[in-house]
């Protein structure tokens, strides 16, 4: 595998020692990457352990572990090329019904920011491209093209909470019909007008509002989140890493809203939480990991663990 090459994994050991692993447990790394996580979880199990990785970048296949001729290595793993969205249905085509511990990382890879052609970074002049999954249709340049105002305020305003996200809306449909917006280039010097403050931080943000939209990012989550109480055995855990207030927003609320126990009025029965939060606090990387990898300084981990379900009578 060629974490170090693609991806460096945020708070590897905080992962490896949050989702307390069983050797002979089935786990499930959502977002395989450059497969440093997957890697730690497979030196944890033992023959009869299983790993399902999965990811929707056709380019994460070649840091799968292999041999001579590039024939895989490792039986217990099992990759999945499809976005975790879709975590409960592969599971299913594959016998699985129960696993032991689920891990996300939901960053932008390192590969995928320094790559100019993918169209994530501002750094480079390439098309607005943006998709995570080369096989979807919808392009940022898409958007940007045919999205009506009120669309795109709201994604501007929600995805990459940018003051001014209505002014950007008017401009870009001011400016769609007179000057292309197919590259980065292009579409920045048709909006510089509305630009407010460091230009290089707001089109960070606009990027990141662009790129959320393009991969249906946070329905993708919280879809995935819901499915991950099916899928986990009692005492299974859950391991999210978010690097933007949104995402962590919406694990966080996840969490506390399974947390919080519920009476039904009409029987009079209290349902225990099916689920413990380990970290009442995310936990976020120390400053020698920061020195080493500044793109972990935004990265929260937030980790949970799934309990048996019990009522329990009010008298």
């Known amino acids: 595998m060629q974490q170090g090459i693609y991806h460096v ?37 033992n023959k ?21 001729a590039g024939v895989p290595v490792d039986e217990r793993l099992i990759f999945i090329p499809q976005n975790f969205r879709h975590l409960q249905n592969f599971l299913r085509l594959h016998k699985i019904k129960e696993v032991d511990g689920i891990v996300a990382d939901l ?23 943006m ?32 003051t001014n996200s209505k002014t950007l809306a008017r401009t870009i449909i001011e400016q769609r019909s ?14 510089h007008t509305s630009v ?6 707001y089109f960070a943000q606009v990027f990141q509002a662009l790129r959320i939209e393009v991969n249906d990012e946070l329905e993708a989550l919280t879809e995935m989140l819901r499915q991950s109480m099916d899928v986990l055995k009692e005492n299974g855990r859950i391991a999210v890493i978010t690097f933007h ?6 694990v966080k609320n996840f969490f506390r809203g399974i947390d919080e126990a519920k009476t039904d009025v009409v029987y009079g029965t209290k349902s225990e939480s099916p689920i413990h939060i380990i970290t009442k606090k995310p936990i976020i990387p120390g400053e020698q990991e920061i020195r080493q990898n500044p793109r972990a300084r935004s990265a929260k981990l937030r980790i949970a663990e799934k309990k048996k379900f019990k009522t329990k009578i009010i008298i």
């Open 107 to 129: 960053g932008v890879s390192s590969y995928q920011f320094d790559k100019a052609e993918r169209g994530f970074s501002t750094r480079f002049n390439a098309d607005m491209d």
């Open 178 to 191: 007179k000057t292309s917006m197919k590259t980065s280039n292009d579409f920045k010097n048709a909006v």
């Open 131 to 162: 998709r995570m999954d080369q096989r979807q249709s919808l392009l940022a340049m898409d958007v940007l093209k045919n999205y009506p105002e009120e669309k795109l305020h709201k994604i501007f305003e929600q995805y990459g909470e940018i």
């Open 245 to 250: 207030s949104l995402e962590d927003r919406i």
């Open 196 to 201: 407010k403050g460091n230009p290089n931080k």
């Open 9 to 45: 994994p945020v708070m590897l050991q905080q992962v490896i020692e949050g989702l307390k692993i069983d050797p002979s447990g089935v786990y499930v790394d959502c977002t395989f990457g450059g497969g440093g996580h997957s890697k730690a979880i497979l030196e944890k199990l």
């Open 48 to 68: 009869a352990g299983r790993l399902i990785a999965f990811d929707q970048d056709e380019d994460a296949k070649k840091n799968l572990p292999t041999g001579q």
